[in-house]
């Protein structure tokens, strides 16, 4: 089973800052990395695929990068919908496994 | 729009059976692989089982494997997930998720509480 280990488990930042969230692989994934937004009382909402495809209708400011082991994700200037739990997973390998998650708070 | 709308979630007894209900909408459902994912309270997220659109490929995580069993019924656009010697640890929101050829899930559903406590 591949882990995928998300760093910091919580960031806390002021609107309008630029936040990376990281994610590593214990083994390569090629780009088969996707990160997914969850709000409380959500379902996750698919944020980018491929690594750095960003999904339909996200905004801009989400960026991602990597291939391998190693993913970041990038908002450029948080904004306050952007408030949220992050998740990375991989759809390389079955079993399909996701990070324990990245939150996003208010600092 | 796509809609995936799960139902059948519940509070049962350790060692007990639930069966969930997942009925898609707005796209055409025989075409997509399906799967479900859980979360238990406060904590991540937790693939549970997969299945092709045709129903041939079948996968299941090793915490349910034996236990769980997914189906799925195209003519009636839903996925299924029967659930039997329910644990404590089995307590979670569970919800479908779309995807197609190894790609990412692009659509969830909003989820269904079950709940194992005696």
């Known amino acids: 089973e591949i882990v995928m280990t998300q760093s910091p488990a919580t960031l806390s930042v002021s609107p309008g800052e630029r936040v990376t969230l990281s994610c590593r692989a214990s083994q390569s994934v090629f780009s088969n990395l996707a990160w997914y937004q969850q709000k409380p009382g959500q379902a996750p909402r698919l944020l980018i695929s491929v690594a750095s495809t960003r999904a339909t209708d996200i905004p801009a400011r989400f960026s991602g990068s990597g291939s391998g082991t190693e993913f970041t994700l990038t908002i450029s200037s948080l904004q306050s919908e952007d408030f949220a739990v992050y998740f990375c997973q991989q759809y390389n390998d079955w079993p399909r496994t996701f990070g324990q998650g990245t939150k996003v708070e208010i600092k | 729009e796509v809609q995936l709308v799960e139902s059948g979630g519940d509070l049962v007894q350790p060692g007990g059976s639930l069966r969930l209900s997942c009925v898609a909408s707005?796209?055409?459902?025989?075409?997509?692989?399906m799967n479900w994912v859980r979360q238990a309270p406060g904590k991540g997220l937790e693939w549970v089982s997969y299945?092709?659109?045709?129903?041939?490929?079948?996968y299941y995580a090793d915490s349910v494997k034996g236990r769980f069993t997914i189906s799925r019924d195209n003519a009636k656009n839903s996925l299924y997930l029967q659930m039997s010697s329910l644990r404590a640890e089995d307590t979670a929101v569970y919800y479908c998720?779309?995807?197609?050829?190894?790609?990412?899930?692009?659509?969830w559903g909003q989820g269904t509480l079950v709940t194992v406590s005696s």
């Open positions: 707005g796209f055409t459902f025989s075409n997509f692989e």
């Open positions: 299945m092709s659109g045709s129903g041939y490929t079948i």
């Open positions: 998720a779309r995807d197609r050829a190894a790609r990412p899930f692009d659509s």
